[in-house]
């Protein structure tokens, strides 16, 4: 950790005591070596930093207003959007910071699986990211309760009814979810409790994920191991400055969605105070959730001694588990869909299928859809269980170039000393 | 494949927004408003005309908790015009120094009364339906303004032939289910619009609907306002930042 180097005696002085200048300089400064070919793909990890540090700042201020209580949490919300300052802006902010959340890192997943970027020796790196959608979705839907909306509440009688189908005890969990027979005072009061708990365990999970991200760095487009100095730049400033670009753009995005259609990705029926004794005629999940919904609601039949619920709720936490797993079911030595011609097709059919089942489930469980949801949820574990182990035998890939400098420096000879002089302070 | 892909999401998309609407019964009359596009604003004589209606006629049954009568400065009303309006209302407060509720005149912090004690009370003098409270019926329903004023100004029809209407319901073609307690509300002339605006059926849905999109979110101007400087400035800053990260990576190419 000796190896900072400052004139600066302040700087010295609390480095030689606290080596946080190092500290930093290894994880996002110059000791920090990173492929240089890396593609505007790889800004979704920072925005998704950046999306939950607005959540739990915004969060934080609400939740000095809310009050969580069913006779006033509906109009304490009310209250922070008429008459506390500035208050419609911080809660717009938190509910499509929630929704924006979910887009970086649904693109950060994604490319995750385009560029193969959970094979070895990213194998944790990748689960630990599972482990954090899981998280975010837990607080997410916890969150989503809070104000106390028809949604809010049927929502959450919906999903935690789930439980029930476990045999023998699942009607005692969901007594226990609950705190009582129905979802109620005290339901509110723990995922409210939850709710400002979760994210600081995401902040502690986030941190191992890019503890694991350091040991071997990022991977890249082409998905080959950086050779040498020549094929990696120091992480700043060159991809500091890019993550803040980065950032901005992000946030003409977002403060376009929370300033001119803060409501287009919420549920209208959210706005009536939620009613134990009508039920809404489409009780519907937040969008990021509807492809999980779909395939929940897919399952209409028994087989053998399993309940058809049952059976859903094991696929639709199946669906995220098996992303567990992906690692040890794709088997093709190649990371990167630029050399494997027939996965980068089927990647997008993937895509492609996850929107379909996210259409399947903001619709109602009735035919066509259900049909079209059956065969969604059947191809998106066909995609895992068959199509990538197969692939891994079948696939033949392209020729892989010999190293990251190679493509870039094509061009010509004298690029090659311009490239490799940033690389001498690496 | 990438153009089948995205032929495939552009068609299940353009499913969507059709189903959406379908599910709500029929499909929505175009309707413009002032409030609409990130320029927005509330037009203040609409709000106006829409206040008296909601005060003359919907107030009767519905509630409107959530907003004060201090807040009807954002029609353009004077403090004095504010009191007044208070004033007309009857607020019960208390208990007193003997421990009594009682009665008083309305004060512009007060909240909007409700013209029932309860839901059941409500219930109870509709007919067996509440009528539901609409401080933020703009918002609550999908395409919420535009529901409303069709609802209001053209969704009271004869029913089909053999569509059933039972004793105490209505023929609505735009509410859920066709079947909708409330009696049309507003004849022509049901209100004397004190600016001298004829008011026909359609003129008071749209008035009364622009000022129930006020009550349901009553900062939109504002947001909209700061909306505009913010991403205005963000876009300059991403093109100052794009420029920096091009001239940080120069001499990388």
């Known amino acids: 950790m000796s190896d900072f180097q400052t004139t600066n005696p302040i700087i010295k002085w609390i480095e030689y005591r606290l080596p946080v200048f190092s500290f930093l300089d290894h994880a996002v400064g110059s000791k920090y070596p990173t492929p240089k070919n890396l593609s505007y793909w790889w800004n979704f990890g920072s925005l998704a930093g950046l999306a939950l540090v607005i959540l739990m700042v915004t969060g934080i201020v609400l ?47 994604f490319r995750g699986m385009y560029y193969g970027s959970y094979k070895a020796p990213r194998e944790l790196l990748w689960m630990l990211g599972v482990a954090i959608l899981l998280a975010m979705m837990a607080t997410a839907f916890m969150g989503y309760v809070l104000p106390w909306g028809q949604m809010s509440f049927w929502g959450a009688k919906v999903i935690t009814s789930l ?40 902040v502690g999970i986030v941190v191992v994920h890019i503890w694991a991200l350091h040991q071997f760095g990022s991977n890249n487009p082409l998905g080959i191991d ?106 093709s030595p190649v990371r990167s869909s630029k050399f494997r011609p027939i996965h980068k097709q089927l990647f997008w059919v993937f895509v492609a299928d996850c929107v379909v089942l996210g259409w399947v489930g903001a619709n109602p469980a009735e035919p066509p859809y259900l049909y079209i949801g059956q065969a969604g949820t059947a191809y998106y574990f066909a995609h895992f269980f068959v199509i990538l182990p197969l692939l891994s035998v079948l696939e033949r890939t392209r020729p892989l170039p010999s190293s990251i400098g190679e493509p870039v420096l094509k061009g010509g000879g004298p690029a090659m000393g311009a490239a490799s002089k940033p690389m001498e302070k690496a | 494949m990438k153009r089948i892909v995205a032929g495939v999401l552009s068609a299940a998309l353009l499913t969507f927004s059709v189903q959406t609407q379908a599910a709500e019964g029929k499909a929505l009359p175009d309707y413009t408003w002032e409030f609409d596009g990130i320029f927005g604003k509330f037009d203040r004589a609409a709000m106006q005309r829409g206040y008296q209606v909601y005060r003359e006629v919907c107030a009767g049954c519905h509630a409107m908790r959530l907003v004060a009568f201090r807040n009807l400065a954002d029609l353009g009303y004077d403090a004095d015009q504010i009191k007044a309006f208070a004033a007309e209302a009857t607020v019960i407060d208390g208990p007193n120094d003997e421990g009594e509720m009682f009665e008083r005149a309305g004060r512009p912090a007060d909240r909007f009364p409700s013209p029932f004690p309860n839901d059941k009370a409500a219930a109870a003098a509709n ?43 209505n023929y609505n073609s735009y509410f859920p289910g066709n079947r909708i307690a409330m009696a049309a509300p507003l004849d022509d002339d049901a209100v004397e619009y004190q600016d001298g605006t004829p008011a026909s059926r359609d003129q008071m849905s749209a008035d009364v609907t622009h000022f129930l999109m006020w009550a349901a979110e009553p900062k939109l101007e504002q947001r909209k306002q700061m909306g505009i400087k913010v991403v205005l400035f963000l876009i300059v800053l991403s093109g100052i930042l794009y420029a920096v990260k091009r001239k940080v990576w120069a001499d990388l190419h």
Do not use: C
């Not at chain 1, 400033?237 to 995005?253: E, I, N, Q, R, S």
């Not at chain 2, 004023?149 to 089909?160: V, W």
């Open chain 1, 226 to 331: 950086t050779k040498g100095p020549q094929d990696s730049i120091p992480f700043h400033p060159y991809y500091t400055v890019k993550d803040l670009y980065g950032m901005a753009v992000f946030l003409v995005f977002f403060a376009a969605a929370v300033f001119f259609f803060p409501n287009a990705m919420g549920e209208a029926d959210n706005y009536i105070e939620a009613n134990p004794l009508v039920t809404p005629a489409h009780i519907v999940p937040e969008w990021y959730f509807l492809p999980f919904y779909a395939i929940l609601r897919s399952i209409t039949f028994d087989i053998w001694f399993l309940s058809a619920k049952l059976i859903g709720v094991i696929l639709m936490f199946g669906s995220i588990l098996v992303l567990l797993i992906l690692p040890w079911l794709d088997r």
């Open chain 2, 127 to 169: 007919g067996g339906a509440t009528p539901p409270d609409l401080s933020l019926m703009a918002k609550a329903r999908p395409h919420g303004p535009s529901y409303v004023r069709a609802l209001l100004s053209e969704g009271y029809e004869d029913p089909p032939a053999g569509f059933e209407i039972l004793e105490g319901q």
């Open chain 1, 163 to 202: 439980f029930s189908a476990f045999p023998l005890i699942g009607e005692d969990i969901v007594i226990w979810l609950w705190g009582g027979f129905s979802v109620d005072n005290p339901t509110l009061n723990r995922f409210f409790s939850l709710h400002y708990l979760l994210p600081f365990v995401l």
């Open chain 1, 63 to 109: 939740a000095m207003q809310y009050t969580a209580h069913v006779d006033y949490a509906f109009d304490s919300v009310e209250r922070i959007m008429r008459d506390v300052n500035y208050g419609w802006l911080i809660r717009y902010l938190h509910m499509n910071g929630g929704s924006f959340f979910f887009i970086v890192v649904y693109i950060h997943i």
